[in-house]
């Protein structure tokens, strides 16, 4: 079965930066890789996901002030957020798509609060 550690999350003020990242405990080599974000009383969604050719895809909001990457060699795949706003507080979860199921973190907070 497979691991996804995720890390990074905390408590931070609006127009501030956090970097999430999420390590693998196998090979991410071929996967397409995603993080996604549950606030409070609102469903699940993907905030931005990376293709195994190193494509992106960005949730509307978030576009321009996220980005996400992947270092294959070290399983690793990361979110780089900044100019955090209110909006942003929520659980983000790490996902893998491998084949025939997909993988999850257990989800890292983040807050952003004054």
């Known amino acids: 079965q497979v691991h996804l550690e995720e890390s990074g999350g905390g408590l931070v003020q609006p127009g501030e930066s956090l970097r999430l990242a999420c390590v693998a405990s196998r090979s991410i080599v071929g996967v397409v890789m995603a993080w996604y974000r549950q606030a409070p009383g609102k469903q699940r969604e993907l905030v931005a996901e990376?293709?195994?050719?190193?494509?992106?895809n960005y949730l509307g909001s978030v576009e321009g002030r996220f980005t996400i990457d992947r270092d294959n060699a070290y399983r690793k795949v990361s979110l780089e957020m900044n100019n955090l706003k209110p909006e942003d507080t929520a659980v983000y979860y790490c996902?893998?798509?491998?084949?025939?199921?997909?993988?999850w973190g257990q989800g890292i907070q983040v807050t952003v609060s004054e």
């Open positions: 990376i293709s195994r050719g190193g494509i992106t």
């Open positions: 996902n893998a798509r491998f084949q025939p199921a997909d993988a």
